[in-house]
């Protein structure tokens, strides 16, 4: 049996269960990623840095006001000299924090694992719309039949996964630094080089 036996008798136990594995889930990895990262004082000093130099560079962005054309060139490069310590500290914050993410991604892989074995092949929710496409082959994935709006296991903790792992970091204040958002997969392109 997929769920434990007071939570069997309701309809929708399975998809309960996968919420609430999901929610412990990115409980541990926070835990996790606070005992590798967010107490210790490198990390502290590494957030105040990019918390200073976004600060930094907002005020220095905001303040137009040079009369002359030597003071304007002066200004630029003190700008660019903020903006390349905001990247190097943002580049240093995400080294340090993939120890980490190892660990986490170590931890997602034997929770998806185990849910993937308890549930495999079952209807965990049922989907209050038909999905396009892709949306659907996510959501349908190992289901037999062809109702459209059945969910599996694996759509579902996706969906969990991330909604509550990324309101927990806000929550608890683990959230990136201000300045160093946007480093992400797509950084934004500089539109100096351009």
């Keep these: 049996m997929a769920t434990p036996q007071f939570l069997s008798s309701f309809k929708y136990s399975d998809g309960l269960t996968v919420v609430a594995i999901s929610i412990c889930?990115?409980?541990?990895?926070?835990?996790?990623?606070?005992?590798?990262?967010?107490?210790?004082?490198?990390?502290?000093?590494?957030?105040?840095s990019i918390d200073k130099a976004?600060?930094?560079?907002?005020?220095?962005?905001t303040d137009?006001?040079?009369?002359?054309?030597?003071?304007?060139?002066?200004?630029?490069?003190k700008i660019d000299r903020v903006e390349s310590t905001l990247k190097e500290s943002s580049r240093d914050l995400s080294l340090f924090k993939f120890k980490s993410g190892a660990v986490v991604a170590l931890v997602l892989i034997v929770v998806f694992g185990f849910l993937n074995s308890l549930f495999e092949g079952k209807v965990v929710a049922k989907l209050p719309f038909k999905p396009i496409?892709?949306?659907?082959?996510?959501?349908?994935?190992?289901?037999?039949g062809e109702d459209s709006t059945d969910c599996s296991m694996v759509?579902?903790?996706?969906?969990?996964?991330?909604?509550?792992?990324?309101?927990?970091?806000?929550?608890?204040?683990?959230?990136?630094?201000?300045?160093?958002?946007?480093?992400?997969?797509?950084?934004?392109?500089?539109p100096k080089t351009s």
């Design 25 to 48: 889930t990115a409980i541990v990895c926070e835990a996790i990623s606070w005992l590798l990262i967010y107490r210790t004082n490198s990390y502290k000093s590494l957030k105040s």
């Design 54 to 61: 976004a600060k930094k560079l907002e005020t220095m962005k």
């Design 64 to 77: 137009q006001n040079p009369n002359k054309l030597s003071a304007k060139k002066s200004k630029t490069k």
């Design 133 to 144: 496409g892709i949306v659907m082959k996510m959501s349908h994935r190992g289901l037999q």
């Design 155 to 190: 759509f579902l903790y996706f969906l969990c996964s991330i909604s509550i792992r990324t309101n927990l970091q806000k929550f608890l204040g683990f959230s990136p630094p201000r300045g160093a958002a946007g480093g992400g997969l797509f950084p934004m392109p500089d």
